[in-house]
């Protein structure tokens, strides 16, 4: 499965060495296919919890040594092994998944970004361990950089989130900010809406800089790879800026225009 469109993996996977690419595919392979169990077609909640209790016991399969059957996680199985993985990360990206099935509101930024705990880091702590590069500095600095991406996931998906009826954005911003629930609902671009996002896109953006100088600080190719990610992720928010705001009728996304500012702009870090 090639890494092209799970938004908590490397944009940049055309640096990964090839070393890597097989152990990356595998993890990728993992939490695309379990986050569309919880996302994509039309199943019920019980239905959709219960396949992703199944991928919980694949993992305690594998950390008990059993052979998997199953040909992801027989791959999986063996990437873990090869690098010496930890379980819990997979583990956290479960606990999301299935957060998102019951939880579609949050009422706190602490809320959320505990989420985002579990749904965007753990992908970053397991690219720096299989650059053998996970010390509690990197760590650190790869989960903000994680958790903003999410979060400017959020603010470029709050229309397709709300047909989801999921709102990514804490409830009591909104209220802060006069923006009701429904306003969302309505796609009503008002100065209340306008000052809310500008407010999310700040706050975001100090916190994807906060971790910015992991990228400067790893060599090679991870290096280079992760001022792509920071600088794609920053470009995005620039990108909502410039459309006064309006994610609803407008998603910002990155063009091929956008790739020449993103090499320009990592070089100069």
């Known amino acids: 499965m090639p890494v092209d469109h799970y938004e908590n993996f490397p944009v940049a996977s055309v640096l990964l060495p090839k070393r890597l ?4 595919e595998a993890i990728y392979a993992f939490a695309r296919s379990a986050d569309d169990l919880a996302d994509e077609g039309n199943a019920a909640p019980a239905e959709r919890l219960a396949a992703l209790s199944s991928y919980e016991a694949a ?23 090869q690098f010496g993985l930890p379980l819990q990360p997979f583990r956290d990206l479960l606990s999301a998944f299935r957060q998102d099935i019951v939880t579609t509101r949050y009422q706190k930024l602490e809320e959320l970004l505990d989420y985002c705990r579990r749904s965007a880091n753990p992908v970053g702590y397991l690219m720096l361990s299989l650059y053998g590069a996970a010390d509690e500095r990197n760590v650190r600095d790869s989960d903000a950089i994680c958790s903003a991406l999410q979060l400017i996931n959020f603010l470029q998906d709050v229309a397709i989130d709300r047909q989801k009826d999921r709102i990514y954005i804490p409830l009591d911003d909104l209220a802060a900010h006069g923006v009701a629930p429904g306003q969302l609902d309505r796609q009503l671009v008002d100065a209340n809406w306008r000052a809310l996002m500008a407010f999310e896109v700040e706050r975001t953006r100090a916190l994807m800089l906060s971790g910015a100088p992991l990228a400067r600080r790893l060599p090679g190719r991870i290096g280079w790879e992760l001022r792509l990610v920071v600088q794609g992720g920053l470009r995005i928010l620039d990108k909502i800026e410039q459309v006064g705001y309006d994610v609803f009728s407008r998603r910002p996304k990155l063009n091929a225009f ?12």
């Open 59 to 81: 993992l305690d399969g594998i950390e008990r040594g059993e052979l998997q059957t199953d040909p992801m996680f027989r791959r999986l199985a063996a990437v873990i092994a």
């Open 258 to 269: 956008d790739w020449l500012v993103l090499g320009w702009r990592a070089l100069k870090m």
């Open 21 to 24: 690419v097989p152990a990356v």
